[in-house]
């Protein structure tokens, strides 16, 4: 079956603090997928990771992927409240005509 | 559990035509679902929500008349996609949120090429 499994789905901090977001996947794929959801939003698309030891950053955002593993993880560093939002990952499927699995997301709820 | 399925998942039309996306929660009830179109540098971007028994609410600057949305069962959203152009083209990926929670599940999305 095919799974893409986040942990935490909920998550609250302080501010300042560091944490990380897990991505777990179980097939093989061409790239995964970060985005950010406020509510009622849109998803903002945050990372795309196409290779095996890719590591992207993008402010206090730190996104990397282990395909051996099939692991990606999403790394908070010193929160500010701002980043409070819901994350999801998901990957896209090798030979799976451009379709994404999606994982359930990590609400993110960072405090003053 | 919760999952979300679409069909079809790709699909090719002429331009002039109507092309129907279904979305439906496989193992629980969806009071609400999303419809959302995919754009370069592959954000998501929102363009209506869907309840259950009521009209849709359109995003801002999303034409309803061309992006028809039927949620007739807790369990099945459609989008038509009416007097398809080129520019239509894209990924559209829908998501459902069980009853009384705000948590979403995606779809795997339908890619349409109109020609």
């Known amino acids: 079956e095919l799974k893409v499994e986040q942990n935490p789905l909920f998550l609250s901090m302080q501010e300042g603090k560091n944490y990380t977001i897990y991505c777990n996947y179980s097939?093989?794929?061409?790239?995964l997928y970060w985005y950010r959801q406020d509510p009622g939003k849109s998803l903002e698309s945050l990372f795309v990771?196409?290779?095996n030891g890719a590591v992207k950053q993008e402010g206090r955002l730190m996104a990397s992927l282990d395909t051996k593993a099939r692991l990606s993880t999403l790394h908070i560093t010193a929160a500010v409240h701002d980043l409070s939002a819901t994350y999801f990952c998901?990957?896209?499927?090798?030979?799976?005509?451009?379709?994404?699995?999606w994982g359930a997301g990590t609400k993110l709820i960072i405090k003053p | 559990g919760a999952v979300v399925s679409q069909h079809p998942s790709r699909v090719i039309c002429k331009s002039g035509t109507s092309v129907k996306i279904e979305c439906r929660s496989l193992?629980?009830?969806?009071?609400?679902m999303f419809w959302y179109r995919q754009f370069p540098k592959k954000s998501l971007m929102l363009m209506a929500t869907?309840?259950?028994?009521?009209?849709?609410?359109?995003e801002q600057g999303v034409e309803k008349d061309k992006f028809l949305i039927n949620h007739a069962s807790l369990t099945l959203s459609t989008l038509t996609v009416t007097s398809a152009h080129p520019e239509d083209s894209s990924f559209y990926i829908c998501?459902?949120?069980?009853?009384?929670?705000?948590?979403?599940?995606f779809g795997p999305g339908t890619r349409l090429t109109v020609l």
């Open positions: 998501s459902a949120s069980p009853v009384l929670t705000d948590t979403q599940y």
């Open positions: 193992d629980f009830q969806a009071t609400t």
């Open positions: 869907s309840n259950e028994g009521s009209k849709a609410t359109y």
């Open positions: 097939t093989t794929s061409d790239r």
């Open positions: 990771l196409l290779s």
């Open positions: 998901a990957v896209d499927i090798e030979d799976s005509n451009y379709q994404l699995i």
